[in-house]
């Protein structure tokens, strides 16, 4: 199985190339330097969260265009086989279960984030929603004015179109499952 990594690399580059970009174009529209885009590419780089949601919405494609592996007429993900993709430091780390294909509109995500850990996301392409169950812990989740804690065995749906934060306020790892559906 590819690591992460390399089908992030050649989603971007399939993608860039399809929208006929250049590396600068890109770089322009997502903010994102021309040198890490080319390391990114080359699968050299080990991107956060926070840089992929910047391609993506530069590109104006779902976040897991970036991430889907390809098609198979079925899949067992064994998520001790998916390579996350961190942030703060490795705390956070998500693992892209089932990525939207750009056909079914919906990505499943498993999550795990350690006890102190934040991370700010990017706004999610406009009209996405977040659907957040929580199974371990407890998450404060910051959208607009709004902050809600979220515990165990407790659910949260939002409209994830802009800049959305979670922090995990309990004193354990905090086990998380979102879908996010993008119309």
């Known amino acids: 199985m590819d690591t992460m990594n390399a089908i992030v690399a050649k989603n971007i580059k399939r993608l860039r190339e399809e929208n006929k970009l250049s590396m600068e174009e890109l770089s322009k529209l997502s903010g994102v330097s021309k040198s890490m885009l080319a390391q990114i590419e080359r699968g050299d780089g080990n991107p956060t969260l926070s840089t992929l949601w910047k391609i993506s919405n530069g590109m104006k494609v779902p976040f897991d265009a970036l991430t889907v592996r390809p098609e198979k007429p079925y899949e067992i993900v064994k998520t001790g086989e998916i390579q996350p993709l961190l942030e703060d430091g490795g705390r956070v780390k998500n693992y892209s279960i089932f990525p939207d294909d750009e056909n079914r509109r919906f990505a499943v995500y498993y999550l795990e984030l350690e006890e102190g850990c934040y991370w700010e996301s990017e706004a999610h392409l406009r009209g996405a929603t977040e659907f957040v169950t929580i199974f371990k812990g407890a998450l404060e989740i910051c959208l607009n004015d709004q902050s809600f804690t979220v515990r165990a065995g407790e659910h949260l749906r939002f409209r994830a179109d802009s800049i959305h934060s979670y922090r995990n306020t309990g004193n ?10 993008n119309p």
């Open 172 to 181: 354990e790892t905090a086990i998380v499952h979102m879908i996010i559906y």
